[in-house]
C-alpha cells in the first residue's frame, strides 16, 4: 500500500487568492489523481496528474483554475485558483496501481473561502 | 456522460441489523469498486469486483457484482458501530479512470 501525505492539512483563505496543496507519496506511483469532495457530497475527479506532460482534466475543470504539477512519480501539486467562496471543498489526491487497481487517498485538505 | 447512482442516500439501523446498499450504472461497467469513508476521513479501498455475477465476502461484508455488469450491492450481516460511515462504489467502463457513486451514508444506533 501506499502512504499518501497532503500540505496542508486545512486552511482558510480569502476570496480571490491561491492556494497551492501538496502530496507526498512514501513511493513511485504511475497513476496520480487529484479530487474535489464538496460537503456532505460524492468524490468528483477533477484531473489526472502526468508526470512530464500537462494534466488531463475532467469535463468542468479547467488548467487555468486548477494548475497541476507533477514534477516526478512521488509528488504533485494541485493550485486552487482565484478562489470564490464556490471553491470551498475538501480536495484530496489519490494514487493508482495498474496492477493492483485500488486507489489510495491522502488525507485531504479542507479548504474554506471567505 | 456516465452516472452513477446509489440508494439509499441514508440508512439509519439498530446495532445488529443488516444493511445494504445499491449501486446503479446507466453503462455497462469494466470493474467496480467499494470504498468506506468514516466520518472526518478519507475514502479506505474495500474491495474490486471484475466478473459478471461475481460474489465476494469479507467476514461481514458481501458483495456482489450484477449479471449485465450495471449495477453492483454491498450487504453488511449484524452491523456495529464500527461499520459507521459512507459506503460509495466506484465504477468504470474501462479506463483508468474511476467514477464514484452518490454513496450511502450508514448510522449504527447502539
Known amino acids: 500500500s501506499a502512504v499518501i501525505s497532503q500540505k496542508p492539512s486545512r486552511d482558510i483563505c480569502q476570496r480571490g487568492t491561491s492556494l497551492t496543496i501538496q502530496c507526498q507519496v512514501d513511493s513511485q506511483v504511475t497513476m496520480m489523481f487529484w479530487y474535489r469532495q464538496q460537503p456532505g457530497q460524492s468524490l468528483t475527479l477533477i484531473a489526472t496528474?502526468?508526470?512530464?506532460?500537462?494534466?488531463?482534466?475532467e469535463s468542468g475543470f479547467v488548467i487555468d483554475k486548477f494548475p497541476i504539477s507533477r514534477p516526478n512519480l512521488t509528488f504533485s501539486t494541485l493550485t486552487v485558483s482565484n478562489m470564490s467562496p464556490e471553491d470551498s471543498s475538501i480536495y484530496l489526491c489519490?494514487?493508482?496501481?495498474?496492477?493492483?487497481?485500488?486507489?489510495?487517498f491522502g488525507p485531504g485538505t479542507r479548504l474554506t473561502v471567505l | 456522460g456516465q452516472q452513477v447512482m446509489q440508494i439509499p442516500q441514508y440508512q439509519h439501523v439498530q446495532e445488529g441489523e443488516d444493511f445494504t446498499t445499491y449501486c446503479n450504472s446507466s453503462?455497462?461497467?469494466?470493474?467496480i469498486q467499494w470504498y468506506k469513508q468514516r466520518p472526518g476521513g478519507h475514502p479506505v479501498f474495500l474491495i474490486q469486483?471484475?466478473?459478471?455475477?461475481e460474489v465476494k465476502k469479507q467476514k461481514r461484508l458481501t458483495f456482489q457484482f450484477g449479471e449485465a455488469k450495471k449495477n453492483s450491492s454491498l450487504h453488511i450481516t449484524a452491523t456495529q458501530t464500527t461499520d459507521v460511515g459512507t459506503y460509495f462504489c466506484a465504477a468504470t467502463s474501462g479506463t483508468y479512470k474511476y467514477i464514484f457513486g452518490t454513496g450511502t451514508r450508514l448510522k449504527v444506533l447502539a
Open positions: 496528474a502526468n508526470q512530464g506532460s500537462e494534466a488531463t482534466y
Open positions: 469486483l471484475v466478473k459478471s455475477g
Open positions: 453503462t455497462t461497467l469494466s470493474n
Open positions: 489519490s494514487v493508482g496501481d495498474l496492477l493492483v487497481d485500488e486507489q489510495f
